[in-house]
């Protein structure tokens, strides 16, 4: 009871300020400057505020008096005007984008249009809440996002979930180019270090969503957008310090129109330390990025170097409340813990082409490559020789390999590459739109494992300072096809369909070094995923939408085999699968909005975490048959006065098994209960 009355004192509180609130009701008609006539379809928002014009070319919208707002089409240049200055004819050319460009690609939302759950952070948002943290850490306050991060204090290696998803079911781009390893699933924003201060724009959409290409979207995706061009040159110093030894050096310039009109270039180079707030850890990152744009007459090309060198010292040992109550015993190191070393460079180089075909066609592509190289390292003690194909002149049986022993320093390799391209071609009519697409991708990635300084000095003679004693390749190639399409049913009544279909092919080849025996794996999925949405908009400023849709996932290698595992034999892994059903409404009001969003997911094979079973920084997995995610988000955000505005965020959900021995069992490390509040001026 006390949660749906607070719930309700909230909603009352909004609704009562819109009655004091400096609000603005501006409506007018969108026309082609040549012709003269009606443009419909021409999309007007400001912020998560929108709406389209409907065949006359007519819109109605009601924003804070001193918001601006852009009016785009496709065919037409984007314009921003002030909500002060709406004429009743806004005019727009035929000529192509030769400023700065406002992304309309098929994974974006549509504000007002798209019937899916969002947040979307613009720069100025970013700008406030951004200093030296990873991405997770400044996405934890938005709708249904958890985030933490091992060092304890946001910088090194942080992890984001969304509905109770990790991030290795979140589909991550970086403009437009996939993130997620190929092979795990996973995402290291420790290779990306200070990243966000490029950005500008973070969109986050929640559930399956409308991602169309890149790792399938279980719990929804988060797209990066980062800027090129400026209106000035600039060149800009920051020096950033702060508590456990954290600093930050960043070094950018941006040439504006140093280089003409038609060429932007940006350059920027981050230095990142921090000792975090764990005893015996340390991250140091530095990433360099080069950036260039081109802009011609219906074409924009954008080319995008984006290189990032980690080195952390990670450390998951715990200590007692005790000592860490004790400030002399706090500055000691702690002779029992072993900290994990983990190096990487990657490396990742994009050209995105936007080209204007006619008036009513466009063709997006981007190409990547992608390129990395590191390793894993820690002090291991008293293992067996048996694990490491230590006995390689044959001299012991195995049962006396096994209890052999001999301290080491092991060290895990991976040299890796992926390169892709996905052209998209968009058509826009006055009543639908189509986006249609295609994904290929390929994959290799070598890993090989060394050992060195063994303690036991038998194994001096015979084997080398550094003895490989592991090595396999994965290979990995993905073609997907897809379709986004949006119909105006009726003037407030707009349906979508999206489909996605996936072919993959995987092999796995392992050298037969020892007791591991060599294997040569391979298998193919094929995934056709639908999703079917409707928005309405019952008036200018309340629209309900709804949405069903599928996705599935190939398993990650390790389910299939851990290769690096003497012990490790194959064994069969299903494909996860999901089931996504969203209801939602948005109200707005100039700066007061109300958004709440209800969702239910099934989940088939589930991985669920063993707490029980943690080993080198990560915990064993188990699968589950069927497990239920379900909840309600709301988003709460009034003017308080004139430019101070309060946001409310949270989300009430459930997370279980749902077949089984444990069926009804809550799941663990999933929070079901998140809330946010920010007030900003």
């Known amino acids: 009871m006390l949660h749906r009355s607070l719930f309700f004192t909230l909603i009352f ?4 300020n819109t009655l004091f609130a400096d609000t603005r009701h501006i409506q ?15 999309e007007i928002f400001s912020g998560d505020i929108g709406t389209i014009t409907d065949s006359n070319g007519k819109f109605k919208l009601v924003l804070f008096t001193e918001d601006s707002i852009t009016i785009r089409c496709m065919g037409y240049e984007s314009i921003q005007l002030s909500s002060q200055n709406i004429s009743h004819e806004i005019i727009l050319r035929s000529s192509i984008l030769e400023g700065q460009t406002i992304r309309v690609t098929a994974n974006r939302v549509i504000p007002g249009i798209t019937p899916v759950a969002y947040s979307i952070l613009d720069e100025k948002e970013i700008g406030l809440r951004y200093t030296v943290e990873d991405v ?39 403009d437009n180019v996939p993130l997620n390893d190929n092979e795990s699933h996973q995402v290291y924003w420790v290779d990306h270090g200070d990243i966000l201060s490029n950005a500008e724009e973070v969109e986050i959409q929640r559930g399956v969503g409308s991602s169309l290409y890149g790792a399938s979207a279980f719990g929804g995706s988060i797209n990066i957008n980062t800027r090129i061009s400026s209106d000035h040159e600039q060149l800009n110093l920051g020096v950033i310090r702060g508590s456990y030894d954290t600093e930050k050096y960043r070094l950018e310039y941006q040439s504006g129109s140093r280089f003409g009109k038609d060429l932007s270039l940006s350059l920027r180079g981050s230095l990142l330390n921090s000792d975090g707030y764990r005893v015996d850890s340390r991250s140091e990152q ?31 040992d715990g200590v007692s409340k005790a000592y860490l109550d ?51 390292e820690v002090e291991k003690f008293g293992q067996d020789f048996y694990s490491y194909n230590l006995d390689i002149e044959d001299h012991y049986p195995d049962s006396t390999e096994l209890v052999l022993e001999t301290d080491l320093l092991r060290r895990k390799w991976i040299n890796n590459i992926y390169w892709g391209i996905t052209p998209v071609w968009t058509y826009e009519a006055s009543k639908w739109r189509s986006d249609i697409g295609l994904e290929l991708r390929s994959y290799t990635g070598n890993h090989f494992g060394e050992v060195m300084e063994l303690s036991d000095s038998s194994l001096a003679s015979i084997l080398p300072d550094t003895y490989e004693y592991y090595a396999y390749e994965g290979r990995k190639q993905l073609v997907t096809a897809f379709g986004h399409f949006l119909l105006r049913i009726t003037p407030k009544l707009t349906g979508s369909v999206d489909i996605r279909t996936q072919m993959i092919q995987w092999q796995l080849n392992q050298e037969q070094i020892g007791h591991a025996s060599g294997v040569d794996l391979a298998a193919d999925w094929q995934f056709f995923n639908p999703r079917v949405g409707l928005s309405y908009a019952l008036s200018n400023s309340l629209s309900i939408f709804s949405g ?3 996705a599935q996932k190939e398993p990650a290698d390790e389910q299939i085999i851990e290769a690096d595992d003497v012990r490790s034999t194959p064994q069969p892994a299903p494909a996860e699968f999901v089931l996504n059903k969203e209801l939602g409404l948005n109200w707005f009001n100039g ?39 379900q909840g309600i988000e709301f988003e709460l955000r009034t003017a308080l006065y004139k430019q101070t505005v309060l946001n409310l965020n949270g989300s009430l959900s459930q997370h279980r098994t749902s077949e089984g021995e444990l069926k009804d069992k809550h799941l663990a490390n999933v929070p079901g209960i998140l809330a946010n509040a920010l007030l900003l001026h």
Do not use: C
């Open 136 to 174: 997770p850490m400044i996405l934890s306050s938005e709708v249904g996002v958890h985030a933490y991060s091992e060092s304890g204090n946001g910088t090194g290696y942080s992890y984001v979930s969304i509905r109770g998803f990790d991030q290795s079911r979140i589909a991550v781009m970086l």
């Open 326 to 376: 004790d400030p002399d015993l706090r500055r000691q190191k702690m002779p029992w813990t072993v900290p994990f070393k983990d190096d990487y460079f990657q490396q990742i180089y994009s050209l995105n082409t936007r080209y204007l075909i006619n008036d009513h066609s466009s063709l997006h592509n981007v190409a990547y490559v992608v390129k990395g190289r590191g390793f894993y």
């Open 591 to 629: 700066e007061q909005r109300v958004k709440i969003n209800l969702y239910q997911i099934r989940y088939e094979n589930e991985l669920l975490s063993n707490i029980y079973d943690f080993q080198d920084g990560t915990f064993g997995v188990e699968s589950a048959a069927l497990t239920l995610h």
């Open 548 to 550: 069903v849709g599928t």
């Open 286 to 316: 530095q990433s360099l990025i080069f950036a260039v744009e081109h802009r011609a007459a219906g074409l924009i090309n954008q080319f995008r170097a984006t290189l990032g060198n980690e080195l952390s010292i990670l450390q998951w």
């Open 28 to 42: 007018g008609r969108v026309i082609d400057r040549h012709s003269g006539q009606a443009i419909p379809g021409a």
């Open 13 to 16: 509180i909004i609704f009562s």
